[in-house]
């Protein structure tokens, strides 16, 4: 039976298998959405760890996808942020003490699952790809591939390219050596190139010191954030937290850890996320949840036991504990094109979920599913391909 709690440079290097995910979007929320970085980040830490403790096998914390991509891209409030964080929790509470989450969960068919577990790998992939070019929403903004390199490109091609072909070479080599893990190497070369071509962006201003978060550190929403978060953020993102966050989330962790993974029920994610997001909101942090995408990332990379939540849950806590906004300048040092070789992989160990399915139907419903993400969005794909997978269960119907 696998220990609860290991720790080793395994361990370690799963627990930052996920960062490709999740430092962008929070970055991305600091600086244009003007959210409270030491609030953000130590919420993230203690959520590593107090679900890695209470779950007992490693768990993913993530952004909130659909909230988090659209505030960025359309400039919205820290306040209507938080609002839709808040409306969130309320509505993971409802459904998750109710026991509605478990009804959603039992009629929601196996490939509806897989075909969420392959659509969100897709995109992880091809976000991965877009770091490594240097297309992706922040580095568009921010107008250049490498916003914190003081190089840009080595002759005629573009260093993120280098890096990451580099990085994926490197990872492919490395990724099933239990010496020497890949996503150790991968972030500690991404540092070490921060530290050489840098542009150590806020070392000047680095503190030692002891900061807290402030309970509140905004206004309390208005009545107007709540009602323009609901509509644009909360409505879009709930198809997607109950199918990549809850059911994908808890069927894959149950895959990789079998019955230690007895604690993650569909209710049990359902109220974690929930408790997350009012913490979340108080200390002026980011809507936050688990995922699929998130678990297979660390998984791929080491992670086996909660140690690995509490190694990354450390290292957010302590870090922003010590260095409080500063905290920035650090993680500036981890290059896009590295966080890309990090979604590459771990979206290509989620896609490889769906080679359980063998019968033509699933495969179809699977793959729909992904076609209908590309051309829309996650939440719709997994409403359709509910919907199509009970369709196809009549025998009239051929694929």
Do not use: W
Not at 4 to 27: C, Q, V, W
Not at 207 to 218: H, K
Request: proline letters at 4%; aromatic letters at 10%; a positive charge.
């Amino acid at each position: 039976m696998q220990p609860r709690y290991k720790f080793d440079r395994l361990e370690l290097a799963g627990s930052l298998g996920d960062l490709g995910t999740l430092l962008p979007l929070a970055i991305g929320m600091i600086l244009i959405n003007g959210m409270n970085p030491v609030g953000l980040f130590f919420t993230i830490g203690l959520y590593f760890i107090l679900s890695g403790v209470y779950f007992g096998v490693t768990v993913p914390v993530q952004p909130m996808k659909v909230i988090g991509a659209y505030a960025i891209a359309m400039g919205l409030s820290s306040s209507q942020i938080l609002a839709s964080g808040l409306l969130m929790a309320v509505v993971l509470l409802i459904i998750g003490v109710t026991g509605a989450m478990d009804l959603i969960g039992r009629y929601t068919p196996k490939p509806t699952v897989r075909g969420v577990q392959l659509s969100t790998g897709v995109l992880l992939m091809a976000q991965g790809v877009k770091f490594m070019i240097g297309t992706s929403k922040f580095q568009m903004l921010k107008q250049v591939a490498e916003p914190y390199l003081t190089i840009q490109s080595i002759g005629i091609l573009p260093l993120g390219i280098i890096i990451g072909c580099v990085g994926g070479i490197l990872t492919l080599f490395l990724l099933d050596n239990k010496k020497i893990p890949a996503g150790l190497v991968i972030v500690l070369c991404g540092i070490g190139i921060g530290i050489l071509f840098g542009t150590h962006q806020g070392f000047d201003q680095l503190r030692i010191g002891l900061y807290l978060p402030q309970i509140l550190p905004f206004e309390f929403p208005a009545m107007a954030d709540f009602t323009m978060a609901l509509l644009l953020l909360v409505l879009p993102q709930i198809p997607m937290t109950l199918g990549n966050a809850v059911i994908a989330y808890a069927d894959l962790s149950r895959e990789y850890f079998g019955k230690n993974s007895k604690r993650v029920t569909y209710r049990g994610a359902c109220i974690s996320m929930a408790l997350a997001n009012i913490v979340s909101f108080l200390l002026g942090g980011m809507p936050l949840c688990h995922g699929a995408g998130g678990l297979a990332a660390h998984y791929r990379f080491g992670a086996r036991t909660a140690g690995s939540n509490l190694i990354i849950g450390s290292i957010f806590t302590l870090l922003v504990v010590f260095f409080g906004a500063h905290i920035l300048a650090i993680l500036y040092l981890i290059p896009m094109s590295i966080l890309g070789v990090l979604l590459l992989f771990a979206g290509s160990q989620l896609a490889l979920t769906i080679l359980d399915l063998k019968d033509r139907k699933e495969l179809f419903v699977a793959l729909m599913m992904l076609g209908i993400t590309l051309a829309s969005n996650l939440a719709v794909g997994f409403i359709i391909g509910i919907f199509v997978a009970y369709a196809l269960k009549s025998k009239k119907l051929q694929i």
